[in-house]
C-alpha cells in the first residue's frame, strides 16, 4: 500500500534506521515477493535516472537500497497471529533486546516514535511497549495495559489484558505497533499457547516476563498515531503526510479548504 508516494513498509524503514537500527528482518507470508524486489538494488533503474539528470527520483531510489546482510526474509506459511510471526524469526537474533514494528500503523511526530522508545530503554531494561489512550468503547481491539505505576510518558505495567470488553478494561491504554523486547520474550513465545481468536499473542508472551518478575513498560509517544489497516485510518494519513511536503502542501492546502467550503454551502437535506 503507498502512502502519498512511498509504500507503507518504507515508512517503517526510515523509521528504524532513524531509531539506530541497522539490521532488518521480514515476516512476510506467500505472495509478497513484490516486498523483496522492493529493497534490492535496481542498477538499470539507477543508470536511466542518472541519464536523466532525475537526481531527486534517483536519491528516493537510494533510500530504498539495503545492504548485502542486512536484510533477512522468513516466511510465516500460517497465519497463527502476531506473536507466531515475531517467533518465526527466533533464529536469526542473537541474545539481544530487539525492536518490532507493524507498518500498519504510522505514527507522525518530530521525534520517531521508535528513536523515542529505544532512548526510555536504554533506562528502563526489560521490555516496553509503545501506548495511547483510546476510547473506552474501543479497548476490544487493542492489548491493554494494566498499569501499576504512571510516572508520565513511562508507566510501569502490572499486566496486559488482551482485547478486554470496556466493562472489564484494566486502562484505556491500548497497545500499538512498537515494541522493544527483551529475548526472554522470544523464548516466552515458543512456550505459549494460542490465545484469543485461537492466535498466539504476543501480549501474552510480554504478560509473561511479568509473571517471572521482568520489568514491563509502556511508553505513551509523541505523535499522532494512524491506523492504516482501516480505510479511514488510511485516508487521515494521506492528508496528513501530504501537509508535512513542502511540495504538496500549499495547492493541496488550497484544494481541501475548497472543499470544505463546497460542503458547508450544499444545502442540507432532511431525511424523512
Not at 154 to 167: I, R
Not at 178 to 196: E, H
Not at 199 to 205: G, R, V
Request: net charge negative; charged share 25%; hydrophobic share 40%.
Amino acid at each position: 500500500m503507498t502512502l502519498v508516494d512511498r509504500p507503507l513498509i518504507q515508512y517503517a524503514i526510515d523509521e528504524a534506521r532513524a531509531a539506530g537500527i541497522e539490521e532488518f528482518i521480514f515476516v512476510t507470508s506467500r505472495g509478497k515477493s513484490a516486498l523483496e524486489d522492493y529493497f534490492d538494488h535496481s542498477p538499470e533503474l539507477a543508470q536511466t535516472l542518472r541519464k536523466k539528470g532525475k537526481t531527486e527520483l534517483l536519491e528516493t531510489l537510494k533510500s530504498t537500497n539495503m545492504d548485502s546482510g542486512a536484510i533477512a526474509y522468513i516466511r510465516q506459511h500460517q497465519a497463527k497471529g502476531l506473536g507466531h510471526a515475531v517467533w518465526c524469526a527466533r533464529r536469526l537474533l542473537s541474545d539481544e533486546p530487539f525492536a518490532v514494528i507493524l507498518p500498519d500503523d504510522i505514527i507522525r511526530g518530530e521525534t520517531p516514535c521508535l528513536k523515542e522508545m529505544i532512548e526510555a530503554h536504554r533506562e528502563t531494561g526489560g521490555s516496553i511497549v509503545a501506548a495511547m489512550e483510546v476510547p473506552p468503547e474501543k479497548t476490544s481491539s487493542y492489548g491493554v495495559l494494566d498499569i501499576q505505576e504512571d510516572m508520565g510518558h513511562v508507566v510501569s505495567v502490572k499486566g496486559l489484558v488482551e482485547k478486554p470488553d470496556a466493562s472489564v478494561a484494566p486502562s484505556n491504554l491500548a497497545v500499538i505497533g512498537r515494541y522493544v523486547l527483551s529475548p526472554d520474550v522470544m523464548k516466552n513465545l515458543g512456550k505459549t499457547s494460542t490465545g484469543v481468536g485461537g492466535e498466539i499473542q504476543l501480549t501474552d508472551a510480554i504478560a509473561h516476563e511479568i509473571d517471572e518478575g521482568r520489568p514491563v513498560y509502556g511508553y505513551r509517544f509523541r505523535g499522532t498515531r494512524f491506523d492504516c489497516g482501516s480505510k479511514i485510518g488510511f485516508l487521515m494519513a494521506t492528508v496528513a503526510v501530504a501537509l508535512e511536503r513542502d511540495d504538496l502542501s500549499g495547492e493541496f492546502t488550497e484544494f481541501l479548504e475548497g472543499l470544505m467550503q463546497m460542503s458547508l454551502d450544499l444545502p442540507r437535506v432532511k431525511a424523512s
